[in-house]
């Protein structure tokens, strides 16, 4: 009898043992929300699948498997407009999306790689959206991003650019990250190349708009809520000082969640 009790009582205590650890264990991913994964364009860390065809160059489709892939060759002649969609996938909700740059790129591998030009999506806390062109050597032309809430999680964000200057196939390149800058790279190799001669456009003559430095408006009597910024880059105003600064948006953003800026 006092042997059947003994393994009776061993046997409660290892299972209390295995009901606690499972609790513990569910209490620590449940811990993690839905803050811990980076945007998306086709699976999750865990190989779920959330997107459907992530990458669409004009009319060709894909499906995005993972950080690298090689997609079939999209063949542009300079003086054609060009869309790139992507459908991006934000565990957060959609409003904790904060960057997605679409790059085409002369890439080896991380360590060998040299962007022709990047366009880039971005959006503050506020939900204020921005536009970035990064094109040094005129590959892009009228080069836009605009960004459309799909559902709760995901945005298709859409660019569209006129190919200015012929490129060798080359890769496109997506970054993304959120409001708690987890990031994920997809690179797409052979994915575009452009055919043709260049176009050269006589840009009109539009008289010089020179943004004086934010403290220079100030000396000049400008209050400092109402200074004005170069286009890009976004006005903040230093919590202990009080002295106005322009800031890309993804800085301004991280300084007030340091606390070092005040709140617009």
């Given at each position: ?39 998306t364009l086709g699976v999750l860390d865990d ?5 459907e065809n992530g990458l669409t160059i004009n ?206």
């Open positions: 009898m006092t042997k059947v009790l003994l393994q009776v009582l061993i046997a409660v205590g290892v299972l209390s043992s295995v009901s606690l650890l499972t609790v513990n264990a569910f209490a620590e991913n449940a811990g993690c929300g839905r803050d811990c994964e980076a945007p190989g779920l699948r959330v997107v009319s060709r489709s894909i499906n995005v498997e993972g950080q690298i892939q090689s997609i079939p060759t999209t063949t542009f002649n300079t003086g054609d407009t060009v869309k790139i969609r992507l459908v991006v996938y934000e565990n957060s909700g959609v409003s904790a999306l904060r960057h997605t740059a679409l790059s085409i790129s002369d890439y080896a591998d991380d360590k060998h790689r040299s962007d022709l030009a990047t366009v880039s999506f971005d959006q503050n806390f506020l939900g204020t959206k921005t536009t970035v062109v990064t094109d040094h050597d005129g590959y892009l032309g009228g080069a836009t991003a605009k960004a459309t809430e799909l559902n709760e999680f995901s945005t298709l964000v859409e660019f569209s650019f006129k190919v200015m200057r012929p490129f060798e196939t080359s890769a496109v390149i997506v970054e993304s990250w959120d409001a708690n800058l987890s990031s994920r790279t997809n690179v797409f190799l052979n994915a575009v190349r452009a055919d043709g001669d260049p176009i050269v456009e006589k840009a009109p003559i539009r008289p010089a708009n020179i943004v004086p430095a934010p403290l220079k408006q100030v000396k000049a009597g400008v209050e400092p809520e109402q200074v004005e910024c170069r286009e890009g880059f976004e006005l903040v105003i230093r919590s202990v000082t009080g002295a106005p600064a322009c800031v890309y948006p993804f800085t301004a953003e991280i300084l007030r969640n340091w606390d070092m800026v005040a709140d617009n």
